[in-house]
């Protein structure tokens, strides 16, 4: 069921841990919290792109690449990550980063060039133009020779997810875990539908709760179904479908938008590292995790369906995040 014709390259020998939040039970007064913590991976200080890396490696390898091109902001986990993985088996790495080139955007990316990547600043242009860059860069390394592979299709990267939600659903039944609901934050895409699409293929054990960081609902809800169906064709499993009864959108805890803190994600972050010291950061964890507690405390999950929290990771970002807070 879950053998995809798509070359996987391990970068992950072990499952991220499942935990209890034993402690954070406490504080809200509910049990059956748990996190499963795709922040906590052997590589790079970890994060949710290192799963669908696995997959894009295979992709790479088997197309015969010999650079990996990746793009994104200077504090880009996919650009970190990306960095490592190409270290990690032996190939070289340019980075794109779609910014000017400043001492800021310099030490934002830094650990970028500690894993030996090349790092290269084109300006603050649209992630449209910097698709386009991406190409004439690809094309301009096949010119002396190289063979670039470009990061990031969203159903390649998908995959990396897929698998998670059957590496969470072996946790929940060994360990007895009453987890029914699992809460992560709604993006670009990638994360979210392969993860309900392996959720789909499980026969829907989760109900998926997605808490948007960036999107409104229907361009959300429209990405998901692309990818979705995408995955459907490209492992051949059209008879696997998403329903929509078992995927909650979450719109409340956006405030002013992608990146832009919100005092609700500023309780959620030193709630979480102050109670079971594990940090989250604005972008992507922080708004999710305090969808989490609001739905463990709200009375709209039933106290015996467990609810899990999905760390996706980004944890670095954290280090330029300082002026964000209000109350530290
Ligand atoms: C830490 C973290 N969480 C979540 C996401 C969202 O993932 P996706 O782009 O697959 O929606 C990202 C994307 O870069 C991320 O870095």
Known sequence: MFTFPQARYTLLEQPTPLAPLARLE??????????????????????????????WLGAALEE???VLLVAGAPVSNQC???????????????????DAETAQSLRSSYLNRIFGAEVRFVGSISEESRAVRIEEIAEELRAVGRRPYIVG????????????????????????????????????GPTEAGFTFGNALLGHPFDVHLVSVEYGQADLAARIARIFGELQHFVGASEVQLDDARIHYH??????????????????????????????????????????????????????????????????????????????
């Open 26 to 55: 406490k504080r809200l007064g509910r049990s059956g919290l748990f996190i499963k913590r795709d922040d906590h991976m052997p590589i790079a200080l970890g994060g949710n792109k290192l799963r669908s890396l696995e997959f």
């Open 251 to 328: 719109m409340d805890y956006l405030g002013p938008g992608y990146a832009l803190p919100t005092p609700e994600g500023e309780n959620a972050i030193l709630t979480l590292a102050r109670t079971e010291g594990i940090l989250l950061e604005h972008t992507y964890t922080a708004k999710p995790f305090a969808g989490f507690m609001d739905m463990a405390t709200d009375g709209s999950i039933d106290p015996s369906e467990g609810l899990c929290f999905l760390h996706t990771g980004g944890v670095p970002t954290l280090f330029v995040q300082d002026q964000l807070f209000q109350t530290i």
């Open 80 to 98: 970190r990550l990306t960095a490592a993985a190409a270290a990690i088996a032996g190939l070289d790495c340019v980075i794109i980063h779609n």
């Open 64 to 66: 015969g690449a010999d």
């Open 153 to 188: 299709s969203a159903v390649i990267g998908a995959l990396g997810y897929a698998m998670a939600a059957l590496e969470l659903l072996t946790q929940v039944r060994e360990s007895g875990s009453p987890i029914r609901h699992v809460i992560l934050p709604g993006s670009m």
